[in-house]
């Protein structure tokens, strides 16, 4: 599975963003699929995940409430809608995929993982 991330750019604190993750592959509906961020001078941090069929999702307390995961199988496409942005949200994003069918926040999980997208939330 490749996988790759498109969407970010520069917003001001308050504002959306919408993350978007092809992959190619036709296996892409049995995998369980996530979002991870990494900040400057800082580790890989757990976002969201959403299940293979979509029907179950979780996400880290740092987003709830404001970030959304959702993904379209006959696309091939993974989503990540992002609300009420602070700057601390700002880092590269990647997308990633399991092959287990769910993921969850543990990064040993995921057997695929594509190029980051910059997402920069200005105060």
């Known amino acids: 599975v490749q996988l790759q991330a498109s969407g970010g750019g520069l917003v001001h604190a308050g504002g959306s963003l919408g993350l978007s993750c092809a992959a190619s592959?036709?296996?892409?509906?049995?995998?369980?699929m996530g979002w991870f961020r990494q900040a400057p001078g800082k580790g890989r941090e757990f976002v969201a995940s959403?299940?293979?069929?979509?029907?179950?999702?979780s996400y880290a307390d740092s987003v709830k409430g404001r970030f959304t995961i959702s993904r379209d199988n006959a696309k091939n496409t993974v989503y990540l809608q992002m609300n009420s942005l602070k700057p601390e949200d700002t880092a590269v994003y990647s997308c990633?995929?399991?092959?287990?069918?769910?993921?969850?926040?543990?990064?040993?999980?995921?057997?695929?993982w594509g190029q980051g997208t910059q997402v920069t939330v200005s105060s």
């Open positions: 592959g036709r296996a892409f509906s049995s995998y369980g």
């Open positions: 990633s995929a399991s092959s287990t069918g769910w993921g969850g926040p543990q990064i040993s999980r995921y057997d695929y």
């Open positions: 959403i299940m293979w069929s979509g029907s179950s999702t």
